[in-house]
């Protein structure tokens, strides 16, 4: 499967973006699929998750802020991100654990500037 991040940009603190993150294919909605997120010079962290029958997982920095979605009629996982500060600035990843394996998209970049 491949994935296709999108929605990414430059917004000022306090305003909101939604990422976008497509499947090739259809992914089971018990699937997990998770955002994830990088900042220069730092390591991979996790953002947030979603699978069917279970609530949402995020990180605690972002908790309250985002959103984690998916429509599985269109294969798509979503991001919502309110509130955005400067610190939320770097390269957004989606991911999906497939039995196959681990799944990553390409990124978006997302600059949040104070």
């Known amino acids: 499967v491949q994935l296709q991040a999108s929605g990414g940009g430059l917004v000022q603190a306090g305003g909101s973006l939604r990422l976008s993150c497509a499947a090739s294919?259809?992914?089971?909605?018990?699937?997990?699929m998770g955002w994830y997120r990088q900042a220069p010079g730092k390591q991979r962290e996790f953002v947030a998750s979603?699978?069917?029958?279970?609530?949402?997982n995020y990180a605690d920095s972002v908790q309250g802020r985002f959103t984690i979605s998916r429509d599985n009629a269109k294969n798509t996982l979503y991001l919502q991100m309110n509130s955005l500060k400067p610190d939320d600035t770097g390269v957004y990843y989606c991911?999906?654990?497939?039995?196959?394996?681990?799944?990553w998209g390409q990124g978006t970049q997302v600059t949040v500037s104070s």
């Open positions: 991911k999906a654990d497939l039995p196959s394996g681990n799944y």
């Open positions: 979603i699978r069917s029958g279970r609530d949402p």
């Open positions: 294919r259809t992914i089971h909605s018990s699937v997990v």
